[in-house]
Structure formats: C-alpha cells, structure tokens
C-alpha cells in the first residue's frame, strides 16, 4: 500500500533512544528527531559507516558508532543528537528503513509511528501492515516503559524503596505527547492522543476528545470526540463532545471515514460514512451507512429515501432526526460552521 516511491535513498532513518526488557527486547523507542527522504548523501554515509546494505533494519549504537556518525553527516541538528546519546545508559539504536513496507521489527513501527506525529506523512500513507505483531503490550509508568512479565519485581522493587510505581496505562500505544509534540496544538488531556496520531497546527483536542494511531485532523480542528483509527479530519472541522467517527478495527465497519472542510459532528453524534464538505449532523443523531434517511428539497418538501451510504462524502449536508416524526432527513446544509478564529489561532 506504500504510496511514497522507494528511492534509491532511504525512505526514512532516525536515531533514537529506547527500553529493552530482561532478554533484550525492544519495548519502545524514542526518536528525538526522525529524518523523512533523506538526501543520497547522508544515505551513502549512514550506510557506509552503519554497513547498511539494503532492507529496513536497526542497529545498535555504541559510542563509538555514535563518534562515527557525527564525523561524516552534513545536518547539524542530527550532529548534535548524536552528542547527545553518547554514554546513554539506555539502549540507542539507528533505524533505517530502504522501503515503506510491513513492519518487521519494535524500532521500526515507533519511527513510523514518529513520522505520522511529526507530520511528515498522512494518515492511510504509510504502510502499517503487522504494526500489533511488532508493539509489544506494555505496562507504561512513571519509571517509563515495563514489560508486563517484568512488572511484578519492579513494583516489590519500588515499594520496598518506600515508592509507588505508577501505571497509567498497559497498552500498546503510548501516549503522544511523550515523544512528540507537534507544534500549534493544544492537548487538554495528553492520554487521549496516542502516539501515531496526527494533529495539524491550529488544533484543540479537549478533554473529551480521542486522536488514534494513523488517525488524524489536518488543522486547524476542534477535537472533543473521538477520531478512529484511519479517519482524517479536513481543516475548519469541529468533532463536538463525545462525537464519534466509526473505526474499521472492530466492530464489523468496513469503510475508512473522511470529514471534509468545515463540518460540525454536533455533541454526541457520530457518522458511518464519509462526509465531503460543510457538513452538519445534529447532536445526538448517529448516522450508519444503512440509516434510511429522507432527502429534503430547498422548500423542506420530501423528495425520496435513500441509504446513508448513497450520500457519502457528498458537500452541504445537513442531517437532523425529526423530533416530531423521528424521521431522519437530510437537506442542504445552509449555515456551515465556522471554528472560532480567536481558539485555534493562538495555539
Ligand atoms: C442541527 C443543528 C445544527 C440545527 O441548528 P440550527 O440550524 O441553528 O437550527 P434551529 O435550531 O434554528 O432550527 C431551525 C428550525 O428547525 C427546527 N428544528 C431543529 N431541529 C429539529 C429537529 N430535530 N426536529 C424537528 N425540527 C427541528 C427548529 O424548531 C426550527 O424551526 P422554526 O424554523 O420553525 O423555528 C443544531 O440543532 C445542532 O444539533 N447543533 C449542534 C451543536 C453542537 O453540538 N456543537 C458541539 C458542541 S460540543
């Protein structure tokens, strides 16, 4: 499914800083700062000095390797990475990766869940096929990441100490915030966005709100439901409180969900179909792919039943649930929102 073109250059590389378990590992690896198409020299260098012939791969750094690197690559800032991993007493890895193809190892899945963060590649972009198999299921704590085998002799470890471990969550996905945040966001509860999600400038998600993996909101957006996995949200959208977009990864729903420009999802409503631009659905009413919704005329007269299907990703909806018949109606959406300049603007 890769879009980019592999290029005789790498795909992507990145160093980084990571937690293996007991038997060595990977539990999740921190990219400070992922390089996305690098250029062919830096390529020749990094593989040159790394013996890196082909495929997507991970190598360990030593300082030594790490002295190597800063001596050949041209970009400052990766220079000073490198300064800065020497004598790390964690684990520090290159990740090189020749082509966007399934992932195959932990270090490769969190770069590519990096870049999605850093916006360098959208949503439904990127392959991510085998991405469960590749994230171990961690216990995720104040003292960082604990492989959940491990969990038991670190919380007797702790305590013993006089502590408290801390387990926000045990889940595959940390949170985003943890390794990258994307500039121009505000984040009102910093768990409700995992790492992978792609939150453009100018975006608010506010308590309530959820951003998933591969998932994502152009900017600028208000975010106070929830954005499933693959569904990407076009710029001037507002998700109201507790609005849902239907998933693909359970539940039986098949189509990957597009909100166009200017939408308003109202509180507690939610959609099973894409919706193209300057679209309104009224709170509280869930709109499915199957829903049979009566189409409205300009004058409000009835013109036919269609599925909801039929009208995906169709501009200028308006769905309402009749509150006197309980029919649901669409007609042509007058009065598309707009995000309130002053919020998103000063991000
Ligand atoms: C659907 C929605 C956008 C319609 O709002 P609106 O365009 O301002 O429409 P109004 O409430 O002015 O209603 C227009 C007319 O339709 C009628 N109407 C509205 N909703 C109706 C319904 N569900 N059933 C029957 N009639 C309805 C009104 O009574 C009014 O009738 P009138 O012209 O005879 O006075 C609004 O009800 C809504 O759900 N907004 C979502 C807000 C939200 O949740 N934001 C996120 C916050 S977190």
Redesign the pocket.
Known sequence: MALYMTSPNLFSFAFGIGTQNNQGEWLEVYYPVPVFQPSAADTQKLSDVLGHAEGNKEYALSNDLLDQLADVLTDSRQIEILGMLKDSVKPCVACLLASDSPITSTPEAYLKLHLLSHRHILPNQIDLTDIFAQLPTVAWTNEGAIDIDELTDAQIRVRAGGGILEVSSVDKFPKMTNYVVPEGVRIAHTARVRLGAYLGEGTTV?HEGFVNFNAGAIGPN?I??RLSQGVVMQAGS?L????STMGTLSGGGSIVLTIGKDC??????GTGIPLGDRC??????YITAGTAVLLLDENKAPVKVVKARELAGQNDM????????GVV?CRT???A?KLNAALHANN
């Open positions: 506010m208000m106070e439901g507002d109201g409180g507790s609005a308003l999802l109202g509180a507690n409503a309104t659905i009224e709170a509280g009413l308006l769905f309402i649930r009749n509150s006197q018949t109606e959406n007058q009065n929102i």
